[in-house]
């Protein structure tokens, strides 16, 4: 897979990626990239391991400069689920990327939120919700995402939402809770949504 984005930063993955339900969307790749490459989070989290977070990974190494200095940005994943951290682990290996990403893996609780007593960060710049992806009694768990992490966004953090058609209630609740902070909306095949208050 082949990336142009800005910055003149060019980059091909080793492994090529496959897309299902599973995985985000190819349309939402390049979406991921490049508002990383262009909004350069300090502080990165995203809900929900695999393919993005190699992307997310790989602008970050990419934008690491010997001019910016060794480390770049934090960047944690929170998965609920061993194997696919392992399976992204291993993938990050293979792109010489592991040690961009520090991994946290919390089992959902019965209410069907991550088992986290608190965030891992103190500040957040750039949160990306792809999880949890278990649901109870039919209802979209992600949508403790915004409670949970809200005390740690600044007026510069961006949320990205992936299946924002699937949950569009979700978002409206959002901006409803985060009343400086408005939507861009990408229409790829799921949709998606930016929420962001700068």
Not at 169 to 186: C, F, G, N
């Amino acid at each position: 897979m082949r990336l142009q984005l800005p910055l003149s930063l060019d980059f091909r993955l080793k492994r090529p990626a496959r897309f299902d339900e599973f995985t985000i969307e190819e349309a939402l790749v390049p979406i991921l990239a490049n508002l990383i490459a262009t909004r350069k989070p300090m502080v990165v989290v995203e809900l929900g391991s695999g393919l993005s977070t190699v992307v997310i990974a790989k602008v970050i190494e990419l934008l690491s400069l010997p001019t910016m200095g060794p480390s770049f940005a934090t960047f944690v994943s929170i998965d609920e689920d061993e194997r696919y951290v392992r399976r992204t682990r291993a993938w990050l290996q293979a792109e010489g990327l592991v040690h961009r990403v520090a991994f946290q893996v919390a089992p959902c609780a019965d209410n069907g939120w991550y088992g986290l007593p608190e965030s891992p960060v103190q500040s957040l710049d750039f949160l990306f919700v792809d999880g949890p992806s278990s649901r109870v009694e039919g209802d979209n768990v992600r949508a403790s995402a915004l409670s949970f992490f809200k005390p740690h966004l600044t007026a510069t953090s961006a949320i990205l939402v992936v299946d924002a058609k699937r949950d569009q209630w979700m978002v409206r609740d959002w901006l409803d809770e985060w009343p400086h902070a408005r939507a861009t909306y990408y229409d790829t095949e799921r949709g998606a949504a930016l929420l962001e208050v700068g």
